[in-house]
């Protein structure tokens, strides 16, 4: 069956907050609006259209996992929000992507300033060879941060909010790359934090993690939602189920389905969803 | 299928392998063993009187009461050889003419071996150059200048169908019936009394500058010329090859241009030194006169060029190496391109990008060709820091070639030359084992 049709075509509806909460969730958002909204947005490497014509709004202060196969173009969307396929030059897009209305790949769009406001967690950790403190400061840094007591400060709220205070507080000055990778992994959150963004993008965060150090992010995840607008790719449904709230299932780069959470792993719309999460297709 | 076919091979391969190692470092035993036994014995020898007097007259070095009471002795002994060269003049002026004259020629060879082993006999004049103003300060070649006074050499010239042959006459023979006959088993007997031979640690060698032509005294004129030019052409290589490689890896469009300007690069690198040479006379002095002539700049600027394809590959695989997440956790964190490549890309990448400059810079302390037209000169005492724009100086591998090749006296001071290449293979060595030093500690750093 040809995914495109089934949703491409469908009319853009716009997103409410009704349409993906359970109302008992309603209140932890302060916001409200589409934080980031894509409408017929497609994504290219060089000839082959990776991202098909996707329109879809993300929620602000919201947990959104998208999901889908492996190849479906899952990291491809993501990275396109804070313009880190910029990096791969064959890429280019069609269509709009709206970062708080405004055009995310616009003519004179500062990328520099979007990636500041839009951090990234990938899916291997990947800390700086450089201290803990250095690693966290860094963003800071870069930013115009030089008083040594308010990257002090800094480092260890975003250690706090990372929960990973407790168990780098004594050795901030080693290097990180000699952490375990959950740990290194949080260190990434936490550098990502410290430049106070408004979304984070987590690209598959727990797949290299053994199942104790995902409990740990996943936890965070948690502890973050309200605060931050949170995209998580995963392929691990249950991660999905249990810490988002809406949930955007792709296709072969066809956004097939985006639901709440509860609703698209309940009672899926579309059959292929409900393949997929059933786990009749890989 | 015959299933032990695989471990046979296995073995053998071991066994090549093995073999193969065992023969590079037998190799590098003979090259290197000599190097070192040579290059030791400028500063470890026996040394004679003549080398404490040297010493102290040229370098105010030594115990002044101690080397007087030793030259006291010694002349104590020469006393009686210069007595026995006043009786036989004496003799000389009661000889027949025709037999005078023959004693005459040889009674002067005897004087000037005489002159070779003691310095300036007395009633000399005083000589002009320095190294006539002494005499063997080697004991190895004291006994050398001996065999001179003892014997005569002689050619054996009547086989014509083979070369000549050398053979000795004992020069008593010819003296017989004369005063002088006395002086050979005299001064053979008593050799050691004359010349006072000591074990001499003489670490001037590094420090001492050169006299008359590196007769006498050390190398340190060299030995700085090779610091101040290998220096000079990293501080303009090193900082001009980082940013090259930046440009290539990171801003570069692929296209015509850039791939021109990588395949010229790793021509220069396949570029012979004499070029260079040649280019860095050509341009650096008589085209951009960055000195009146030779100079330590000029010679800075054309191994600098030498060597800035080397600087530029190394960096280049260097930053390539970098993984790719530290550029993208750089970028994600609203990082602009040159503050990635400038707090992440080139601090991780320093290790190999310091080990390339650093093997460079071995590389430039050693060539030759390219300072002989626009730095090196063979003699020449070491220059300030100031004078690095106007004056030209020693450099070893340059002084290296001179004192093998075209010294007046090359084989008289053969252990001087040995010195220099022992004093380079050294710094070389140093510079590459700082080298791979650095680049652990560095690196060790980079991964916590
Ligand atoms: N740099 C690239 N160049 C060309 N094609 C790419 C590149 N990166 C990904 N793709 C292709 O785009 C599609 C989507 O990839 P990706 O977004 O990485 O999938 P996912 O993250 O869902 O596994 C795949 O078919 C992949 O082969
Ligand atoms: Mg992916």
Redesign the interface.
Known sequence: MDARESSGSAPVKKATRDMYLPPERRTIADGGDAHISAREFSIYYGEFEAVKRVSADILSKYVTAIIGPSGCGKSTFLRAINRMNDLIPSCHTTGALLFDGQDVYGKFTDEVLLRKKVGMVFQKPNPFPKSIFDNIAYGPRLHGVNDKKKLMEIVERSLKKAAIWDEVCDRLDKNALGLSGGQQQRICVARTLAVEPEVLLLDEPTSALDPKATAKIEDLIQELRGSYTIMIVTHNMQQASRVSDATMFFYEGVLVEQASTAQLFTNPKDPMTEDYITGRFS | MNIGTRKILDRSFTAVGIGSIVVMAIALMIVVVPIITNGIGAVFFTGTVEHRKMLFSEFKRGDSENLSSEVASSNRYRAKVYGMLTGFEAELETMAPEKKAEYQAKYSEVRAALQALLGPLPGDPEPMLTRFKYGQTRWEKAEEKLHDLLYESKWDNSNPEVMAKEYFVSRAIGFQGTSLVKLFPYVKDNFEEILLPEFTFYWGFITDSSVDSHFFGGIWPEIQGTFFLAIGAMLFAFPLGVVAAVYFTEYARPGFLNSMLRSANSTLAGVPSIVFGMFGLAFFINTLKVSESKSVIAGALTLAIMILPTIIRAAEEAILAV?K????????????KW?TIA??IL??ALPGIITGGIISLGRAAGETAPIIFTAAVSVGSAIGLADVLTSPTPALSWNIYNLASEHEAAAQIRHVQYGMVLALVSIVLMLNLSAIVLRARISK????
Do not use: I
């Open positions: 993984p997440t530290y550029r993208e956790a750089s970028l994600s964190l609203g990082s602009t503050n707090t992440v601090p991780a750093k980079l991964k916590g």
